[in-house]
């Protein structure tokens, strides 16, 4: 079970890489819970495809040195990498957008059900991005 999860973490990041938003909701429940960094908790694929949709508006990140874990039963994952992003639209509440590139490390956490990941929980500091993109 420990490897299934993390090929299903990996794909998912994968995906990701790839811009593959439909091959990214293939991994996800349908009741997904999904804690933004330092927000609150979005529930189900069609928010999870929202959030997405207004990241890919401001944001453009490739993830590096991606490194999963899983439990032993599968049922609970972890990944570690690195964000490497351009800063493209300003953000609600955030500075003005110009381009700004950052590169941070962050982290996830996975609950995992029936082959899927059922809960999502993105972790990155958020004082040390926007450092970078203040400059």
């Known amino acids: 079970m420990m ?3 993390v090929e299903l973490i990996t794909a998912y990041y994968d995906a990701f890489n790839r811009g ?20 609150g908790r979005e529930t189900g694929k069609e928010a999870f495809r929202a959030f997405m949709g207004r990241m890919n508006h401001a944001y453009r990140e490739r993830l590096a040195d991606i490194v999963v874990m899983a439990s032993a039963d599968g049922a609970r994952a972890a990944a570690e990498f ?7 639209a300003t953000d609600e509440g955030l500075p003005p957008a110009s381009g700004q590139t950052y590169t941070l490390p962050g982290g996830a956490f996975f609950d995992i059900r029936d082959g899927r990941i059922a809960r999502v929980t993105n972790y ?12």
């Open 3 to 5: 490897m299934t999860t």
């Open 20 to 39: 593959d938003m439909e091959a990214m909701l293939a991994c996800l429940t349908e009741d997904v819970a999904h804690d933004v960094n330092q927000g």
């Open 82 to 88: 690195t964000v490497h992003g351009t800063y493209l």
């Open 124 to 135: 990155y500091n958020l004082e040390d991005w926007l450092a970078q993109v203040r400059g």
